[in-house]
């Protein structure tokens, strides 16, 4: 089963709804495959793909916190939090299912992507599907790659030499 978990709490600095998803997969949501920060009018709500259902100990948290919380895995399970920041929780983890939109932070196979890498390796060993501009041999990795899902795939866009 695959659940998406949609977070807002009104970032309208993508740096840092950048830095919160990282921080929340590294503590509280560190069994994520892949978190995505999003940008919906000028607010940048965050994505989490988990393969289970976030505990109810977890979902406290964040309404604690004062996030916009959707839990989404195939029908809308939950909607919590304040009004104003749900509904953008929501896009964000609609958008995450179906691939449309999102820059993901976190995705399989980041970790082992250090240094430069050829365009084969990267699609061959990671959840990414496609690399622009078509052509590039090989990409420098850092570690810092962000992809961002076009059209139901995961793509990264290389700066152009």
Request: with cysteine; hydrophobic share 40%.
């Amino acid at each position: 089963m695959t659940t998406w978990l949609g977070l807002n709490a009104g970032h309208d600095d993508p740096r840092t709804a950048d830095a919160t998803a990282v921080a929340l997969y590294e503590s509280l949501l560190f069994h994520a495959h892949v978190v995505c920060v999003h940008s919906v009018g000028d607010h940048h709500p965050m994505s989490f793909r988990l393969t289970d259902d976030p505990s109810e100990n977890t979902l406290s948290t964040l309404i604690e916190r004062g996030y916009g919380v959707a839990v989404h895995n195939g029908s809308l399970q939950r909607l919590a939090g304040p009004d104003h920041l749900t509904r953008d929780a929501l896009r964000a983890a609609l958008a995450h299912r179906d691939r449309r939109e999102g820059r993901a932070l976190r995705f399989p196979g980041q970790r082992s992507l250090r240094g430069r890498y050829g365009v084969s390796d990267i699609l061959t060993f990671s959840a990414i599907d496609e690399v622009l501009p078509h052509g590039i041999k090989s990409v420098d990795a850092r570690g810092d790659l962000q992809p961002s899902f076009v059209d139901g795939r995961l793509v990264l866009v290389c700066p152009e030499v």
